[in-house]
Nanobody, 111 residues
Framework: QVQLVESGGGLVQPGGSLNLTCAAS????????TTWYRQAPGKEREFVAS???????YYSDVVKSRVTISRDNARKTVYLEMKRLKPEDTAVYSC?????WGQGTQVTVSS
């Protein structure tokens, strides 16, 4: 059974940090890029960051100075390190690999 499971979300104050994890099982994880998306209430889903199988990274202009994406193919895991979080970063963050999606993890930035 193919699964992508995100974790690491939570409530954090503005300026804080969170490290999200996307763990894959039931599939090979080193063939395609893995991408993080987010969706805030009432808004369209938007691209956050992506990392190719070889480690090349791409970032949304909105977050690029505050986010780092990385992957560990041996562990079938992709990480999203987020710093200097803002209230507008509040959203459900989901990872995508090929046709597969995780259930998402909630990130709430609030004082």
């Amino acid at each position: 059974q193919v699964q992508l499971v995100e974790s690491g979300g939570g409530l954090v104050q503005p300026g804080g940090s969170l490290n999200l994890t996307c763990a894959a099982s039931g599939l090979t994880f080193d063939t395609y890029a893995t991408t993080w998306y987010r969706q805030a209430p009432g808004k369209e889903r938007e691209f956050v960051a992506s990392i190719t199988k070889s480690g090349q990274t791409y970032y949304s202009d909105v977050v690029k100075s505050r986010v780092t994406i990385s992957r560990d193919n041996a562990r079938k895991t992709v990480y999203l390190e987020m710093k200097r979080l803002k209230p507008e970063d509040t959203a459900v963050y989901s990872c995508n690999y090929e046709i597969y999606w995780g259930q998402g993890t909630q990130v709430t930035v609030s004082s």
